[in-house]
């Protein structure tokens, strides 16, 4: 267990929030006074979940270079999603690129991979980690 002076209730709910699994005691904040041991109070550090993947995604294209890909989000404590493009160039070379970010409670994202054939999947992130990956999706986008 550490010991921490703190001068206030956010200091305190700063370092729980920012420090999984580990375990405080916040002390009162008192320079020329002793600390006493019944003064103290315990903060735990609970773990926080990493978020739930999102669900339900497809992806539909716009146009000749644009597709939407949408979700559902079924987290309530992420801070954003991941947008996740394969693109394969013959059945053994596939590239993969994170091709976007978002912020919290997003649910679509447009991307501009051109033409060709492409799958696409999203997860949720938050300070404690990632979602799963959802289900890739494919769409193919042709003249």
């Known amino acids: 267990m ?12 700063a370092l729980a929030r920012n ?3 580990q375990s405080f005691t916040a002390l009162p904040w008192n320079p020329t006074a002793s600390l006493a041991l019944s003064a103290q109070i315990a903060l735990a550090a609970a773990t926080a979940p990493t978020p739930t ?4 995604v497809s992806v539909v294209a716009l ?3 644009d597709v939407r890909i949408t979700w559902a989000d079924r987290s309530l404590n992420e801070e954003g999603f991941q947008i996740q493009r394969e693109t394969s160039l013959s059945r053994r070379v596939t590239f993969t690129t994170l091709v976007g970010t978002t912020g919290a409670d997003a649910t679509s994202f447009v991307d501009s991979p051109g033409l060709g054939t492409f799958k696409y999947r999203v997860r949720a992130f938050n300070a404690f980690g990632y979602s799963a990956w959802s289900k890739a ?3 193919r986008i042709r003249f």
């Open 19 to 21: 420090s999984a699994a």
């Open 137 to 139: 999706v494919t769409v």
């Open 63 to 65: 146009n000749l270079q």
């Open 2 to 13: 550490k010991f921490l002076p703190v001068t206030s209730l956010l200091v305190a709910l």
């Open 53 to 56: 993947a999102p669900g339900s």
